[in-house]
């Protein structure tokens, strides 16, 4: 698809003009909120328009309270504003053939997005990380990593690690203060990759974590689905590197045509640099993302002695099988972060194979095209099943499309609950000592919060209410 090249400074008629950008999508990761203050803060009209609402997005209004060259078009979107503007910056989770967007295009009106921007404009030198699940903690460790290396050199070797993108840190927003001595650890989803094949880039060092069913709402095949995720290393240039996980045969087999080198990072118990040991968390969904942020670690030249130490005193992120409360010989863990089937199916088995204890599993939510039929089977009971060594027990569902799904297949006793607050309660009676109490969805959370992190938020609360009465 064609992009019209977003010179936004040029004033589209013959009088020199304020220009107009419009912001479509503001959202609530605050990509959006980047967008408009960077355009805000150059003296531009903006206008931010989304079909949410002003209580909705408050969170992220309040951001921008203070810039009197900022409007907004809330609850709906008007056609005139894409069609008078002097460049449009999309949210990255609006489709490129949006109809709105097809009729600016067809006016000639300039559509970009943050991503696009940023990559166009960046000085310093940028690390990629993408994946289906596991490119926040990767990006995150690999960040502390190289932070830790150069918060010890010489003050004139210094660089300054930005930790930018999908991880709710917006690409524009730091733009004006990034030096070409920098580095850049961006996490970048499958929309904003789209957005990159579009200007023929691709990050200097590129991560892939795992590539399984996901966004089905956006794509409609898996094949499609791959295909945006590989735009991480195509435009890859000989010099630079590509790393992905060596024991997964599907990215072995997508990379094997990649222009720059391949490293295969293997989570073994030996992973870690000798003569450090391997983490308490071995065998976890996190191993593999430790043993990609360090081979990127290695690539830039971080010593062994500072990998050992920063690795030791890492444990993950919040959300992504997050213990959050011993409370009564029960174990709650926020995974909020599983937003699709497979990764729920990921965690299960870590879970069973570290605790062999029944599980409680608080789940459904809103559907992206997903098939649960595989997640059903998993927590259905058999003959050939038993809970000593595992398993789920009891299966608590939250509303939502997904919900519905799911519920076609399961033969296991499961509940039906209106809220967070209503599901932990039900989670907890429902439990006896030694259950571990999983917050583990399977699916989109729009239907009932501002987005995943929300959601989790909302269980941890839960939790210390409960522990409270």
Known sequence: MRINKPHYSKSRGKDKKTPQVLIFGLGLNGGGVGSARFFGRQGAKVIVTDLRTKETLSASLDKLAHFPNIKYVLGKHRLVDFLTSDLIVKNPAIPWDNLFLKKARAKGIPITTDTILFFNQTPAPV????????????????????????????????????????????????????????????ELSSFQLEDLALIKKSPHIAIITNIFPDHFNRYDSLKNYIKAKTNIFLYQKPKDHLIINGNDKLLVKLTKNAKAPLSGAKAKKHFLPSPFKPLKGEGSPLEINIALAIQAAKILKVSKKEIGR??????????????????????????????????????????????????ILIAGGQNKNLDYKNLAQEINPSPFKSLKGGG??????????????????????????????????????????????????????????????????????????????
């Open 127 to 186: 690390i990629g990380v993408t994946g289906t699940k596991g490119k926040s903690t990767t990006a995150t460790l690999l960040a502390e990593l190289l932070q830790k290396k150069y918060s010890r050199v010489r003050p004139e070797l210094r660089r300054r690690v930005w930790l930018l993108g999908n991880i709710r840190e917006s690409f524009l927003d730091k733009l004006p203060q990034i030096k070409s001595k920098d580095i850049i650890v961006a």
């Open 310 to 359: 920063t690795v030791k005193n890492f444990s993950g992120l919040a959300g992504r099988q997050e213990i959050i409360r011993k409370f009564k010989n029960r174990i709650f863990i926020n995974d909020t972060t599983a937003t699709n089937p497979t990764a729920v199916l990921v965690g299960l088995k870590y879970l069973n194979k570290k605790y062999r204890q029944p599980i």
């Open 392 to 469: 789920v027990k009891e299966l608590i569902l939250l509303p939502g499309s997904a919900t519905e799904k799911i519920k076609k297949y399961l033969r296991i006793n499961f509940s039906e609950v209106k809220n967070m607050k209503e599901a932990v309660k039900k989670a907890y009676r429902s439990s006896s000592p030694g259950d571990l109490i999983l917050l583990s969805p399977g699916a989109a959370s729009f239907n009932l919060f501002q987005n995943e992190f929300d959601r989790g938020d909302r269980f941890d609360k839960a939790i210390k209410r409960l522990a409270s009465e």
